[in-house]
C-alpha cells in the first residue's frame, strides 16, 4: 500500500557498505547487509505506474482561509488580520465565552453521554433555537413548525451593494426581486450582512416583505450573527419576526459559530415556517430522509452548549450581557476607525459609511489593487473585494488601519494602473 502513496517513476536504495564474499541469502538467520565491511555499490531500482492523480491540479487557496495563512507567513510585527470574520479580544486573541465554559463544565457534571442523536439533532437545542429565533411563546413555535436541513436551487444574483454610496441598493434589490419568476426563494441576511454590513431598514424591510408577498416568492434567510448587529438577540431577529407575523411560509438558517463563538463546533439549525402543522410534518418528513444518507444525525456537543444556555434563565442572562460586550467593543472600534479617518484624511471624502454600517464587517470600498496594496505595503490582511473583519481590529490599531486605508484609497490605484515602462 505503500508504493500507492509514491509519485517518483523510480526508486532508488544508494549506497549500503557490503562484503560481497560473504554475502549470503541462506538461513543463517543474520542480515549479511549488517556485517559488511569491503566497500561496494548496490542500486535497485523498483518500477512504480505513474500516479493516476498526476493530472490533478492545484486547487486556488481559499479565499478567506487563504488569507489566514498569507498572515501566518509574514514576519512583520505591524501584520493585521482583518480577513476571517471571527471575534477577538482587545488584545487581537480568540475568545471563548464565560458562558460557554459554564455550559461544558455542566455537561461533564451531568456525565452527558455521547449517543447518537435522532436525524433531527436534539430536542432540547431544537426547543431553545426556535424560541432564540421567534420569541418564547410564539405562534410558529407552539404549532410545531421547526424544521431540520437545507434545500439546493439553481440561483442567479439581486443588486444589493451601491458602489457609489457604499451603501444599499434598495431601488435595485427590489426591482430585481419584483423581476424574479414567480416562487423563487430569496435569500436574506436577517442582520449585519456579510459581506458589506449593511442592513435594511425597519421600513425596507417592511416593503421587500411586500414584494417577495406579491410574487409569492419563498424568503430563506440566513442569521449568522444575530446578537452581533445591535447587541440585542431579540432587535436582530426582528426581520424574521416581520415575515413570521404575515404567516408567511419560509426557511431560515441559524449559526452559533459567531455569537457564542463556537467556530469548531459547526453547531447551526435550520427552521421551515409552514401554513400548516400538517404541512409542517410531511416537509420535515422528507428533510429527515435527504439528511439520513447525507451525515445520518447532527453532532451532540455543540448542540448541548445553546441548549444549556438558551434554556437556564441565569446562563441566557449571562449569554446576553457577553454578547452586549462583545456588540459593543466592535461599535468602539468602529467609531475610532472613522474618527481616526475623518482626522487624518484631508481629501474631504465622506467616510460616514463606516458608521452606516453594522455588525462584524465593514466593506470599505477599496478595488483589489487597493486591497493588495493594504496587503503589500501596510501587511493588512483581508479578502481582495474590500471586506475587513472590525472584529479582528483593536483600538490601538485604528490609526495605524486608517493610515493604510488612506493611502491605498488615495495612491494605490494611480500606482497600479501606470504602465512600467522599461
Known amino acids: 500500500m505503500a508504493s500507492s502513496m509514491l509519485s517518483l517513476g523510480s526508486t532508488s536504495l544508494l549506497p549500503r557498505e557490503i562484503n560481497k564474499d560473504k554475502l549470503k541469502l541462506g538461513n543463517s538467520g543474520s542480515n549479511p547487509f549488517l556485517k559488511a ?78 449517543e447518537y442523536l435522532p436525524i433531527e439533532g436534539l430536542a432540547a437545542f431544537n426547543k431553545a433555537t426556535a424560541e432564540l429565533l421567534f420569541g418564547a411563546g410564539h405562534p410558529v413555535i407552539k404549532e410545531q413548525k421547526n424544521i431540520f436541513n437545507d434545500a439546493k436551487v439553481p440561483w442567479s444574483e439581486y443588486r444589493y451593494y451601491d458602489p457609489k454610496t457604499i451603501g444599499l441598493d434598495f431601488e435595485g434589490m427590489i426591482a430585481d426581486i419584483k423581476e424574479a419568476p414567480e416562487g423563487s426563494f430569496i435569500l436574506l441576511h436577517g442582520c449585519a450582512h456579510n459581506p458589506t454590513g449593511i442592513d435594511p431598514t425597519p421600513e425596507q424591510w417592511v416593503k421587500i ?51 457564542l463563538g463556537l467556530y469548531a463546533e459547526r453547531i447551526g439549525a435550520i427552521n421551515v415556517v409552514c401554513s400548516s402543522a400538517d404541512a409542517a410534518t410531511r416537509v420535515k418528513s422528507q428533510l429527515k430522509r435527504i439528511a439520513r444518507p447525507m451525515y445520518s444525525n447532527p453532532p451532540v456537543h455543540g448542540a448541548r452548549i445553546v441548549a ?18 462583545m456588540a459593543g467593543r466592535i461599535k468602539t472600534v468602529r467609531q475610532k476607525l472613522y474618527d481616526s479617518l475623518v482626522s487624518k484624511d484631508k481629501s474631504g471624502k465622506d467616510w460616514s459609511f ?65 504602465p512600467i515602462e522599461l
Request: glycine content about 6%.
Open 37 to 114: 565491511k569491503s566497500i561496494s555499490r548496490v542500486t535497485m531500482t523498483v518500477a512504480v505506474q505513474p500516479s493516476r492523480f498526476e493530472g490533478i491540479t492545484m486547487a486556488p487557496p481559499d479565499p478567506i482561509l487563504g488569507v489566514s495563512e498569507a498572515f501566518k507567513a509574514d514576519t512583520n510585527e505591524l501584520k493585521l488580520n482583518l480577513g476571517v470574520g471571527a471575534y477577538r479580544t482587545e488584545e487581537l486573541q480568540p475568545y471563548v465565552l464565560n458562558v460557554v465554559k459554564k455550559a461544558e463544565n455542566l455537561m461533564l457534571e451531568r456525565g452527558d453521554n455521547k
Open 354 to 418: 463606516i458608521l452606516k454600517q453594522i455588525g462584524m464587517f465593514s466593506f470599505t470600498g477599496l478595488n483589489k489593487a487597493q486591497s493588495d496594496n493594504m496587503t503589500n505595503k501596510w501587511h493588512v490582511y483581508m479578502t481582495k473585494d474590500g471586506r475587513i473583519s472590525l472584529a479582528g481590529l483593536s483600538l490601538a490599531k485604528c490609526e495605524y488601519l486608517a493610515d493604510a486605508i488612506i493611502d491605498s484609497y488615495h495612491n494605490a490605484l494611480l500606482y497600479w494602473e501606470t
Open 209 to 259: 416583505a411586500d414584494v417577495i408577498q406579491e410574487k409569492n416568492h419563498i424568503p430563506f434567510f440566513d442569521v449568522a450573527y444575530q446578537g452581533f448587529a445591535s447587541g440585542s438577540l431579540d432587535e436582530d431577529a426582528a426581520s424574521v419576526r416581520l415575515f413570521a407575523e404575515r404567516g408567511m411560509e419560509f426557511f431560515v438558517a441559524q449559526s452559533y459559530s459567531k455569537n
Open 308 to 325: 444549556n444556555v438558551v434554556g437556564d434563565a441565569t446562563m441566557f442572562g449571562e449569554w446576553k450581557a457577553e454578547m452586549e460586550m
